[in-house]
């Protein structure tokens, strides 16, 4: 999914002079410090007090594969990438989507899915680009959403919400007249309002990563062998399945 140009910007200024942990004191510890946001179904969210969701799943996956512990930390996705600047966890995995200018402020992983921007509406309502001129959308602030749909010529008033199921929720709620949001997220919304939203076209398409402070190459190096692993022994294809039915992983 995820963020806006002043955000990189204050990343930036925010960059600690302090070292994050290297892989060998992650490995001594034995316990590795996650952090996602808690309030995106489904790869990552809070069911009471459990955090659960395909991103969370996967990374205990590839936890188990390192052999360390999880520690989680849940964070408003405005401030994920501010906090690993500041050392306060390890690596992020929240659907952010891989951009240059996010590139400069932190280090991605390789992709653990690929997805798009996608149009939900009522019955009747807006579902492509073009269908966007004039008319109201809600999407969460700080994210490539609403980056890309500020672009869609034409496009009316665009509402942001600090939570995308605040976003979804005003959609619903008859406030605008379009969401725009992760394809695999708008499917489960349709799924779930059972015939009240219609899923359209995609705005763009994005690689989603997980993110290290910049620099922090030995951990990176070994979250992408375990995530390899994962994509060839099964797990995360199994893991897939069970929250979309196929497998998400990028093809190219």
Request: with cysteine.
């Amino acid at each position: 999914m995820k963020k806006t140009v002043l955000t990189i910007a204050a990343l930036t200024l925010l960059a600690t002079t302090a070292q994050a942990r290297t892989w060998d004191e992650i490995k001594q510890s034995g316990t590795i410090k996650i952090a996602t946001e808690g309030a995106f179904p489904p790869f990552n969210i809070l069911e009471g007090k459990k955090l659960t969701g395909f991103e969370v799943e996967l990374a205990e996956n590839l936890a188990k594969e390192l052999g360390l512990k999880v520690q989680w930390v849940t964070q408003p996705f405005d401030n994920l990438l501010i906090g690993l600047q500041q050392n306060r966890y390890d690596f992020v995995i929240a659907s952010h989507g891989i951009t240059p200018q996010r590139a400069k402020a932190v280090d991605f992983s390789n992709p653990h899915y690929c997805t798009g921007g996608a149009i939900v509406a009522k019955p009747g309502g807006p579902l492509t680009a073009a269908d966007l001129a004039g008319k109201s959308v809600a999407v969460q602030v700080g994210t490539t959403y609403l980056e890309n749909v500020r672009k869609v010529s034409g496009v009316g008033d665009v509402k942001t919400f600090p939570k995308d199921t605040d976003a979804q929720a005003a959609l619903m709620a008859g406030r605008v007249d379009a969401w725009v949001g992760d394809k695999f997220t708008g499917l489960d919304l349709v799924k779930a309002q059972k015939g009240k939203v219609k899923a359209g076209a995609l705005l763009f398409n994005e690689r989603i990563a997980m993110a290290v402070k910049k620099g922090n190459s030995s951990l990176l190096k070994e979250l992408n062998s375990a995530l390899d692993k994962s994509l060839n022994n099964g797990s995360y294809a199994k893991i897939s399945s069970k929250y979309f039915g196929e497998d998400v992983r990028c093809r190219n």
